[in-house]
């Protein structure tokens, strides 16, 4: 079975560094992962997507200098990471695999929760 | 960047209605478009991708059709399952971009 596992929520404060994680199983092949936010009670927000194979990362301009996005094929794991949060980094993070043929986000990790409050 | 517009925005709907939402793209494009479904506390689900195509496992109640800047989701016979916010997804050029959402109410 297909799979996205992600770390778990995270509680931290302004201006402390984080890493989150999104574990990939049950497939073989290299696929593109995405990371998506949705904040408290609104909309997804596409902030890039990697391609683990060559670490080929595409940034939206919302998010570039702020996240960085990196994996580790060896390990199917893709990580999305911030140096310093801001109280405007709560939300919910979401990993997501690009299908192979045609496209659209087929599989989803279950979200991480970041709090960042002082 | 290409921007997404989802209407309504929200829709009240009885079961057994057919349900139309539709998504407008500000630059044309083919048919790189995904829809999703999302209920609360869930990770979006896939329901369409490349226009219309349908995702494994999907009902066939739900379909998808258009190109260019103009897009929709149709649900042709509403059931209690699908309750829930739906989003629409470029993915034709980056940055992909999602639509704002459409939450289907109960009427």
């Known amino acids: 079975e297909v799979q996205l596992v992600q770390s778990g929520a995270e509680v931290k404060k302004p201006g402390e560094s984080l890493e989150i994680s999104c574990k990939a199983s049950?497939?073989?092949?290299?696929?593109?992962i995405a990371w998506v936010r949705q904040m408290p009670g609104k909309g997804l927000e596409w902030m890039g997507v990697i391609y683990p194979g060559d670490s080929d990362t595409k940034y939206s301009p919302s998010f570039q200098g702020r996240v960085t996005i990196s994996a580790d094929q060896s390990i199917s794991t893709a990580y999305l990471q911030w140096t310093s949060l801001k109280a405007s980094d709560s939300a919910i993070y979401y990993c997501a695999r690009r299908r192979g043929t045609g496209g659209g986000l087929d599989r989803w990790g279950q979200g991480t929760l970041v709090t960042v409050s002082s | 960047d290409i921007q997404m517009t989802q209407s309504p925005s929200t829709l009240s709907a009885s079961v057994g209605d057919r349900v139309t939402i539709t998504c407008r793209a500000s630059?044309?494009?083919?048919?790189?478009l995904a829809w999703y479904q999302q209920k609360p506390g869930k990770a979006p689900k896939l329901l369409i991708y490349?226009?219309?195509s349908l995702e494994s496992g999907v009902p066939s109640r739900f379909s998808g059709s258009g190109s260019g800047t103009e897009f929709t989701l149709t649900i042709s016979s509403l059931q209690p399952d699908d309750f829930a916010t739906y989003f629409c997804q470029q993915y034709n050029t980056y940055p992909w971009t999602f639509g704002q959402g459409t939450k289907v109410e109960i009427k």
């Open positions: 049950g497939y073989t092949s290299t696929y593109w």
């Open positions: 490349k226009a219309s």
């Open positions: 630059q044309s494009f083919d048919t790189w």
